[in-house]
């Protein structure tokens, strides 16, 4: 298996196959709208609209899972982004990244790269909530809030996860690098 062997469904509940994007770069996030990180919609979004042309396709994920801080419909997040943060990239359904219900290619993603620490000043306030939700946090792979990134390169591997600390013009110079 693959990243191309994966479906997902849009905003639109339309299925996407990620064959589409064979030979792109792709940065992949799990996403909300009322969350301390939701700032860096704009970040995303200036990235995609100096790389797109090169290559670059982000795709959104909004995830309620954490703290219930994507509680809309995917219509309203829709608009919630458009309207505030003039998005433009590919936004998918709201989907679980952990648990039961965990979306196919977010279960991928966290096979291919697993959780490393939360870097920066900003990661040690993340360290207690981790904790809280999940003793061993440490120790897996899972998705520990709301905006971790995976980039994947145009040959489909998942090169490097980036936890919500990391913002998305310190993710720059990798995506140029891999353009």
Not at 101 to 120: A, C, T
Not at 127 to 156: C, H, Q
Not at 167 to 177: C, G, L, S
Request: charged share 30%.
């Amino acid at each position: 298996m693959n990243i191309y062997d994966l479906k997902a469904k849009n905003g639109k509940g339309e299925e996407v196959s990620f064959e589409q994007y064979k030979g792109k770069v792709l940065l992949i996030v799990n996403t909300a709208t009322g969350c301390g990180f939701t700032p860096q919609y704009e970040g995303l979004e200036n990235m995609y609209k100096k790389y797109h042309e090169k290559g670059l396709e982000i795709l959104d994920f909004p995830c309620n899972q954490f703290g219930n801080q994507a509680p809309g419909s995917d219509e309203e997040i829709h608009e919630f982004c458009t309207l505030k943060y003039n998005t433009t990239f590919g936004q998918f359904a709201k989907v679980d990244v952990n648990g039961e219900n965990e979306s196919e290619v977010w279960k991928y993603l966290k096979s291919q790269k697993g959780f490393e620490g939360f870097p920066g000043l900003k990661g040690k306030v993340l360290i207690p909530i981790a904790k809280a939700m999940d003793k061993d946090y440490k120790n897996n792979s899972n998705i520990k809030w709301n905006f971790t990134k995976f980039l994947v390169d145009r040959e489909g591997n998942v090169v490097e996860r980036f936890e919500p600390t990391v913002e998305p013009k310190d993710i720059e110079k990798k995506v140029e690098e891999l353009l």
